[in-house]
């Protein structure tokens, strides 16, 4: 956490960047993809996961995302389009 100002203690979160990176794949009729984040490392998503419409969505596309847990490995939520 960053101190505003340390004379009266106020504490505000510290900016956290949203992981992004390109659409690698989309598999549209059974509603998944992959996204390649910007280190390289590949990211499972699923439709339910996209913040609008995953019909919109393009491979290629930049997307910011969350990492959610998961046991069969990485896996992308909150799913968002970056403006162009």
């Not at 504490?11 to 990176?21: D, K, L, N």
Request: hydrophobic share 30%; glycine share 14%.
């Amino acid at each position: 956490m960053k101190i505003d100002n340390p004379s009266l203690g106020a504490v505000r979160p510290e900016e956290t960047r949203m992981p992004s990176g390109t659409i690698k794949r989309l598999v549209r009729d059974r509603g998944f993809g992959f996204i390649r984040d910007d280190g390289g490392q590949e990211w499972f998503f699923h439709r339910s996961s996209v913040q609008g419409s995953f019909d919109q969505l393009n491979e290629g596309q930049r997307v910011s995302f969350e990492e959610e847990p998961s046991a069969k490995g990485p896996r992308a939520g909150n799913v968002r389009g970056e403006a162009a």
